[in-house]
Structure formats: C-alpha cells, structure tokens
C-alpha cells in the first residue's frame, strides 16, 4: 500500500500502472501469436488497465470500504482519496474539528482492497490564487444545496480536480449522500469527463443510522436518538408505497416522528423528483425523501427512493 501526497506522484502512478499493464498486453499478444493460441496463464485479464477511484474525506467506516470493495472487484487499480476539503465547508462548520485518523483508515483501506491513498494537503491541492470552480445549476438548488451554500462547489471542484489527477476510469460514490452523487453523475456527462459514476447501496449501523464519519461527534445520549431518522423515512417509504400520493403529508408525518427526539432539529424533508431534484407537488413518479436534521452540534442526513404503485 502506498500513500501518495502530491498531485504529480499521483498522476505519474496511473499513468505507469497504465503504461505497464498496456506493455504486458503487447508482450502477450506477441506470445500467443507465436504459439498459435491465446494464453491467461498469467491471470492478467485482457485489455487495458481500469483505474478506479473512491474520493473520501477519511475516518473511514464500513459504507467507505464498501465503496472500496466494489471498486477491488471490477478495477485494477483502486485509488481512495483521503482529502478534507476545505472549499465544501462553510465559514461555521467543522472544517477544523472533521475528525480524521489517517493512520488507521490506511490500514483498513489496505484491507479492504485500495492500492493507492492519495492523501495531499490542502495548499497541494489548491495552488495559491485558485480561482476556477465547477458549479452545476438546478440540482444543487433545493435539500442540502439551500442549507449549504457553496457546499456543492466545493464538492464538484474538487471531484473534478481530482478526476484530472487520477484519471479513473470509474469513480465510486454512495447513495447516502443522494443529492452529492446526481451532481457528480450530472458534471461528469456535462463536462465530458471519461468516467463512469457508480452509485453505491448506504451501509447502516444496526439499529438503521446510516454510517457517517460525523456519527462520531454524538453524545451517548444523541446516538440513541439518532435512529429516528432512519425510522421516520422508512414509515414515509411504507406511506408512499400504501398510496399516499400527497408530499405535504408525507413531509407532516416525518416532521412529527422527528419531534419525538428531544435533541433534534429539522434543516429540511423534502419530498423530490429523482431526476431534476425539484419538489413534486403530487407523487406520481418515482421520488427521493430526503432529509438533514441536527442533534445538537452534529448534521445527519439519509434518504429513501420510493416508486409509488400503480
Ligand atoms: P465522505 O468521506 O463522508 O465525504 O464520504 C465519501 C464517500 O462515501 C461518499 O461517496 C459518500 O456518499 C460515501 N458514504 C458515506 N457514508 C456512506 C454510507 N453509510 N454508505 C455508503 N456510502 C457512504
């Protein structure tokens, strides 16, 4: 396992790991031309090398090495970022206390199959005067782009960034941060970036809570609290699939399950269109309900895709 810190380390691995697997197809082609047949015996599969990328902010938990898995099964060279980015925090939020423990998440990252931790510094990543950004319009408008200004900016800057260092072939996100992953798949199509963006399943905690490096900011007494979230989406998933077909009462009945916990707060639920992100006034599609809620000092987030019957 290697770390690397510098853009240009970086982008000189792919491209070796590239130019190294294209060098053994041509040695084997010439080998199987000579012997008459086609021959594996190295256990290389054919063609070119396929990068993959998993981009991280560390403090890794099962649903980042679940994204790691997935990219070890279908990639030959798998590529985690470890980078907090500063542009996707706002001016009040945890960009200082982001918790991070980038001794332990190489060791995991190792074992869940990643060859690669590219893990620069904040001044290697944004030369001194950085002044270009990638913004996408309309899916960044409504859930955590109207509670986060700049959030997804800073997101899609850095996601472009580092597509141009690493130069995947796949990139891995997960669908816990629903909103983040059709911003990605939509800059991507749009800015022509050769990659294709899989989109992984959210890996829970027992009791539902979907796993979140922030999870490690909640009190004992917040934890045990922090299952409602989980619990009020899955009753609007049973709501919707039963034939609700009103958003204001399924947005009413999650609003009220949430109050149940004393610590928490709502930033929003929203009840959208799975393509465009725009709030649906009648359900008669497929729709995301999504929703952010604070318990005291810590931001939680999940969701649910429901497709109402009929
Ligand atoms: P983060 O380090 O929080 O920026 O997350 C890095 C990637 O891991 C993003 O694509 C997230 O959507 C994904 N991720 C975070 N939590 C989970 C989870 N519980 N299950 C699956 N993927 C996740």
């Given at each position: 396992m290697q770390v690397?810190?510098?853009k240009a380390e970086m982008r000189r691995l792919?491209?070796?790991?590239?130019?190294?697997?294209?060098?053994?197809?041509?040695?084997?082609?010439?080998h199987?031309?000579?012997?008459?047949?086609?021959?594996?015996?190295?256990?290389?599969?054919?063609?070119?090398?396929?990068?993959?990328?998993?981009?991280?902010?560390?403090?890794?938990?099962?649903?980042?090495?679940?994204?790691?898995?997935r990219a070890r099964s279908e990639c030959d060279l798998v590529v985690m970022s470890v980078f907090v980015n500063p542009t996707q925090f706002g001016p009040e939020e945890d960009l200082e206390s982001y918790p991070r423990d980038l001794g332990r998440d190489v060791a995991v990252a190792e074992e869940a199959g990643v060859d690669v931790v590219f893990h620069p510094s904040a001044a290697e990543m944004y030369a001194p005067g950085h002044a270009t950004w990638v913004d996408v319009e309309g899916l960044t408008e409504h859930l955590c782009g109207a509670s986060r200004p700049g959030h997804f900016r800073g997101v899609t800057t850095v996601v472009s960034k580092l597509f141009a260092v690493c130069e995947p072939d796949r990139a891995y996100f997960g669908s816990k941060d629903a909103q983040q992953a059709l911003v990605i798949?939509?800059?991507?199509?749009?800015?022509d970036?050769?990659?294709?963006?899989?989109?992984?399943?959210?890996?829970?905690?027992?009791?539902?809570?979907?796993?979140?490096?922030?999870?490690?900011?909640?009190?004992?007494a917040e934890r045990a609290q922090a299952p409602v979230l989980r619990r009020a989406l899955v009753e609007a998933e049973v709501s919707i699939s039963g034939g609700e077909r009103d958003p204001r009462v399924v947005v009413a009945a999650v609003v009220g399950r949430l109050a149940e916990a004393p610590s928490a707060s709502v930033d929003y639920v929203?009840?959208?269109?799975?393509?465009?992100?725009?709030?649906?006034?009648?359900?008669?599609?497929?729709?995301?309900?999504?929703?952010?809620?604070?318990l005291g000092a810590t931001r939680l987030i999940d969701n649910v895709v429901v497709s109402p019957p009929g």
């Amino acid at each position: 396992m290697q770390v690397i810190t510098t853009k240009a380390e970086m982008r000189r691995l792919v491209r070796t790991a590239r130019a190294y697997r294209s060098a053994q197809e041509a040695s084997r082609a010439t080998h199987a031309s000579g012997a008459g047949g086609s021959s594996r015996a190295d256990g290389v599969e054919p063609g070119p090398a396929v990068v993959g990328l998993v981009p991280t902010m560390g403090f890794l938990h099962e649903g980042h090495l679940s994204l790691a898995r997935r990219a070890r099964s279908e990639c030959d060279l798998v590529v985690m970022s470890v980078f907090v980015n500063p542009t996707q925090f706002g001016p009040e939020e945890d960009l200082e206390s982001y918790p991070r423990d980038l001794g332990r998440d190489v060791a995991v990252a190792e074992e869940a199959g990643v060859d690669v931790v590219f893990h620069p510094s904040a001044a290697e990543m944004y030369a001194p005067g950085h002044a270009t950004w990638v913004d996408v319009e309309g899916l960044t408008e409504h859930l955590c782009g109207a509670s986060r200004p700049g959030h997804f900016r800073g997101v899609t800057t850095v996601v472009s960034k580092l597509f141009a260092v690493c130069e995947p072939d796949r990139a891995y996100f997960g669908s816990k941060d629903a909103q983040q992953a059709l911003v990605i798949r939509r800059m991507a199509r749009d800015l022509d970036q050769a990659v294709e963006v899989i989109v992984c399943p959210t890996m829970r905690e027992s009791d539902g809570l979907a796993m979140s490096s922030r999870n490690a900011y909640l009190t004992p007494a917040e934890r045990a609290q922090a299952p409602v979230l989980r619990r009020a989406l899955v009753e609007a998933e049973v709501s919707i699939s039963g034939g609700e077909r009103d958003p204001r009462v399924v947005v009413a009945a999650v609003v009220g399950r949430l109050a149940e916990a004393p610590s928490a707060s709502v930033d929003y639920v929203e009840v959208v269109s799975t393509t465009d992100l725009r709030p649906t006034d009648r359900i008669d599609g497929e729709v995301l309900v999504a929703a952010a809620i604070r318990l005291g000092a810590t931001r939680l987030i999940d969701n649910v895709v429901v497709s109402p019957p009929g």
